[in-house]
């Protein structure tokens, strides 16, 4: 079966812990990281899809 995430947004509450469950149950490795003093984003792949960056972080 084939599948692809477009694009979607979990909010955690253990980033170490949910990272290492998407890398082991889906193949996803952290691509990018995002810190701030509000929130953290991290962008996860699968070496198959192109990074996409949105408009408002490249200001």
Do not use: C, Q
Request: no cysteine.
């Amino acid at each position: 079966m084939n599948f692809k995430f477009a694009h979607n947004n979990f909010n955690v509450l253990d980033l170490d812990k949910s990272l290492s469950f998407y890398e082991e149950a889906l193949g996803l490795k952290e691509v990018r990281k995002i810190e701030n003093e509000a929130f953290t984003l991290v962008y996860l792949g699968d070496g198959d899809i192109l990074y996409y960056r949105p408009r408002w972080l490249l200001a």
